[in-house]
């Protein structure tokens, strides 16, 4: 069972910082996925890798395969990104079952 | 629109009645899932499917039942609910296994008395 970790838990931020959250995972994939869920809404698909570097708008998400490591990072943050910010994996081959992280919470202030 | 629709949205049951959630999606996706999320355990895959007639098991499939007769519909039946079953209910949907873009319904919340 692949297991998956993200830092940091919870993240406060002022509006326009840099930010950086992080996804370890413990065995091999076959894709990795960035998801976002606002407070009260639904989830939503921001990225799906499987190697390199993927970029939308501000919002850039990075995956070192060897490394089993995937960042997502956040440029010039703004309120309207306080959200939770989930990860999860995808195994490899016929293993077509996902692993979620246990999300990181994000407060972007004014 | 190219959407998940899950229904019903808010459901409050008793223990041991028999409860069907639904899910469609319009996007001729292949494959379709459920998950459950609860506070401090996050998301957690209960069934899968990855075509008609063909459904596999999650994470914590106990206590559930899926069924894929038709490529668009996906329902999660709960035979027997009890309390722990008490929790907020996604469906989600993409083009071909775990590997594509997943595409989420609204989400049930559903509790158990």
């Known amino acids: 069972k692949n297991e998956v970790e993200q830092s940091p838990q919870n993240l406060t931020a002022q509006e326009g910082e840099f930010i950086t959250i992080n996804c370890s995972y413990s065995v091999g994939i076959s894709a990795l996925h960035w998801l976002q869920q606002h407070p009260g809404g639904g989830i939503v698909s921001l990225f799906m890798l499987s190697s390199g570097k993927k970029k939308h708008g501000r919002l850039i998400a990075t995956i070192n395969i060897q490394e089993k490591h995937s960042s997502l990072h956040i440029t010039a943050s703004h309120p309207r990104d306080s959200a939770v910010y989930i990860c999860?994996?995808?195994?490899?081959?016929?293993?077509?079952?996902?692993?979620f992280g246990k999300g990181t919470l994000l407060t972007v202030n004014p | 629109e190219a959407q998940v629709t899950q229904n019903p949205r808010y459901l409050i049951t008793v223990t041991g009645k028999k409860l069907t959630v639904t899910c469609s999606q319009n996007m001729n996706h292949e494959y379709m899932s459920w998950y459950r999320q609860d506070p401090g355990l996050g998301l957690r895959q209960i069934y899968y499917s990855m075509n008609v007639e063909v459904t596999d098991k999650g994470d914590v499939p106990e206590g559930y039942k899926v069924s894929r007769k038709e490529k668009r519909n996906f329902p999660l039946i709960l035979e027997s609910p009890s309390p722990n079953q008490t929790s907020l209910y996604f469906c989600?949907?993409?083009?071909?296994?775990?590997?594509?873009?997943?595409?989420f319904g609204p989400g049930t919340r559903l509790l158990v008395l």
């Open positions: 999860a994996v995808n195994g490899g081959g016929s293993n077509y079952k996902l692993t």
């Open positions: 989600a949907s993409s083009r071909d296994r775990g590997t594509e873009t997943q595409y």
